[in-house]
């Protein structure tokens, strides 16, 4: 079964934009705290973004400035929108959910920045 289905990756020249979408089943959509990873190739998975139900939205330091996590209430989707990107930004983008009893996890969008 799916419950965060993700879209918007693809290929962008160095200095381009993306905006990523992930739309969430409405009951973790509003119970769990949202947030976006990423891993590259031959690399750990690591935190992109990550917004809390009762905190402020943090960053890792290496999108700051650069990266944007908003979200739609409305439609039950949160936005990763990625500008100024870098070759480095060359990743598989994951969705995320912590909820109380479980991690998800969406399939994945691929980025690449040439």
């Known amino acids: 079964h799916v419950q965060l289905v993700e879209s918007g990756g693809g290929s962008v020249q160095a200095g381009g934009s993306l905006q990523l979408s992930c739309e969430a089943w409405?009951?973790?959509?509003?119970?769990?705290?949202m947030g976006w990873y990423r891993q590259a190739p031959g690399k750990e998975r690591e935190l992109v973004s990550r917004?809390?139900?009762?905190?402020?939205?943090t960053y890792a330091d290496s999108v700051k400035g650069r990266f944007t996590m908003s979200q739609d209430n409305a439609k039950n989707t949160i936005y990763l929108q990625m500008n100024n990107l870098k070759t480095e930004d060359t990743a598989i983008y994951y969705c995320?959910?912590?909820?109380?009893?479980?991690?998800?996890w969406g399939q994945g969008t691929q980025v690449t920045v040439s």
């Open positions: 995320s959910a912590q909820c109380l009893v479980a991690f998800h």
């Open positions: 409405k009951y973790i959509f509003r119970s769990c705290d």
């Open positions: 917004a809390f139900k009762d905190g402020p939205t």
